[in-house]
């Protein structure tokens, strides 16, 4: 993630828009990901219609607008931050299932969400500046 992170700043300062870079960057991820499934002698199609429907909002939700908004991030913030900021997407999505679907996580989840965002604090704050 550092690697895609730096290169995707480096594209960006260099005059790639955001757009282009977001539409390489998922397009080269498709394209990858393309050949996984017959790995697997798994069906492309053979799936009830809700499921086309979920995968197509896992990919315009957290895909295209999440991933986009971390490249955006990263051409302003340090992509150092950025990565760490990445670490609390699975406390904020913790917290959504709370609120969302009611699911109460265990408290090792709890106290591993508490080791994480004091980590986050800490590396935020007293963080030294980069010449990036």
Known sequence: MSAYLLLGRTAQRRGLTLSAYSAIACTSAALFLLPVPALFRASYLDYPPEVFGYVLLSALLPQLVGHTAINWC??????T???IAILAEPIISTTLGVWIFGEIPSVKVILG???VLVGIAIAVTKRQPTSL
């Open 113 to 115: 969400a508490i080791v």
């Open 74 to 79: 990263v051409r302003w913030v340090s992509p």
């Open 81 to 83: 931050i950025v990565t």
